[in-house]
């Protein structure tokens, strides 16, 4: 299993980014797809949820309305649209699928947002 994110950077207050995961090595589109994301000195939490049919989504309340997950089940890959930043959004941003109650992780991509 093979996850690697791309997208972060830094972004002023207000601003937007789209994060990128491609995965690898499973079958994709029989499994859902989470981002988590983890702030220096707290604790990971879970974003966003995407199911395998990438038809129900679930968010943290803190990022409802402002985020969006999808997926491309033809091109193995997870996307995190995020709008309206502010700097508690920022973080490493990580991948993440559950395959048979394993965990795997991509490296994580960080998102700054800072004026």
């Known amino acids: 299993v093979q996850l690697v994110e791309s997208g972060g950077g830094l972004v002023q207050p207000g601003g937007s980014l789209r994060l990128s995961c491609a995965a690898s090595?499973?079958?994709?589109?029989?499994?859902?797809m989470r981002w988590y994301r983890q702030a220096p000195g707290k604790e990971r939490e879970l974003v966003a949820a995407i199911a395998s049919g990438g038809i129900s989504t679930n968010y943290a309340d803190s990022v409802k309305g402002r985020f969006t997950i999808s997926r491309d089940n033809g091109k193995n890959t997870v996307s995190l649209q995020m709008n309206s930043l502010n700097p508690e959004d920022t973080a490493v941003y990580y991948c993440?699928?559950?395959?048979?109650?394993?965990?795997?992780w991509g490296q994580g991509t960080q998102v700054t947002v800072s004026s």
């Open positions: 090595g499973f079958t994709f589109s029989s499994f859902f």
């Open positions: 993440n699928v559950r395959i048979w109650k394993n965990d795997y």
